[in-house]
């Protein structure tokens, strides 16, 4: 309760001071004294003869926070163990004021690292997942909680971001586009089978099991059947072929799809300039769905 009451008293202190202008700044203000309240509680679970004679390199480390937050943890302990009655208004005001200061460069870290994501990407990933990928401890899950609130609510949803979630058209040069990869991922298919199996053992085989051994989508059987043929049958990816396992094509459009719609769900990293190679082993797709992944990036990202 004494701890409470000290801290309301120095916020009057500190809103004392010449009115904020902006509702990001007032937000600051609140984050401050949020992120002091937590890392206060946390701190006297130790004890305060520990905390009064710690270092503040220490207390960063229990507390799982860096050097960005000095200040903030040296304000802590000095609430924590300075003597009330010794220390005057002034004295009291100048060091909030300069702890809030200090405190303001971390705070836009964090605001400018979430206002620089997608509207969607940032509003609807988890509080925690968040703190997992900025890499903070639960200690600082007040202030990330009020910048991600305060960003979705301020900067709301652009035309363009709904308009990129419809959905996408076949035109007649996206379907060009998907005929000559679904080949490319035909011949790689058998490639790949050649390289690691008997052609008897790949021509004797079922489907399905070829499919498990590849370890393909279940969208990808038609153009696993189609490096079937080319190994066995004609030798030849021809136009007839083609025509034949319209299916196929379809099949792979839909992997297309699919693929795309998981780019939603990914909040780690940023699609549009991760690698191809970066991307299959997040979605932990094999390598022979290469050619499916980079089309699914071209329509996502253009």
Request: aromatic share 8%; proline share 3%.
């Amino acid at each position: 309760m004494k701890l409470l009451l000290t801290i309301l008293a120095l916020f009057t202190v500190s809103t004392a001071a010449p009115h904020r202008s902006s509702e990001v700044d007032l937000l600051l203000e609140d984050s401050f004294w949020d992120t002091v309240k937590e890392f206060a509680n946390k701190l006297k679970e130790r004890g305060l003869d520990f905390v009064c004679s710690a270092k503040i390199q220490e207390l960063l480390d229990i507390l799982g926070v860096d050097d960005r937050l000095d200040g903030t943890v040296k304000f802590v302990q000095d609430l924590l163990c300075k003597d009330e009655e010794e220390t005057d208004a002034l004295a009291k005001r100048s060091a909030t004021i300069d702890a809030l200061q200090a405190y303001g460069s971390f705070w836009s870290d964090i605001w400018e690292t979430l206002k620089s994501w997608s509207h969607d990407k940032l509003c609807t990933t988890k509080l925690q997942d968040l703190l997992d990928i900025l890499g903070f401890p639960d200690a600082l899950d007040g202030a990330v909680e009020m910048a991600q609130n305060a960003i979705c609510k301020f900067f709301p949803e652009p035309e363009s971001a709904l308009v990129h979630r419809r959905e996408i058209e076949i035109t007649p040069e996206r379907n060009l586009q998907s005929i000559t990869a679904f080949m490319k991922t035909v011949k790689l298919i058998a490639k790949r089978l050649l390289k690691n199996y008997l052609k008897g053992l790949i021509c004797s085989s079922r489907l399905q099991q070829l499919m498990d051994l590849l370890e393909v989508p279940d969208s990808f059987d038609g153009a696993v059947e189609m490096a079937q043929d080319l190994i066995c049958a004609s030798g030849i990816l021809s136009s007839s072929l083609m025509e034949k396992n319209t299916a196929a094509l379809q099949g792979f459009i839909d992997t297309i799809m699919g693929i795309l719609e998981r780019f939603y769900d990914i909040v780690d990293i940023d699609v549009c300039t991760a690698g191809i190679p970066e991307l299959l082993e997040k979605l932990r797709l094999p390598d022979t769905v290469v050619w499916a992944v980079e089309i699914a990036v071209d329509w996502y990202c253009n």
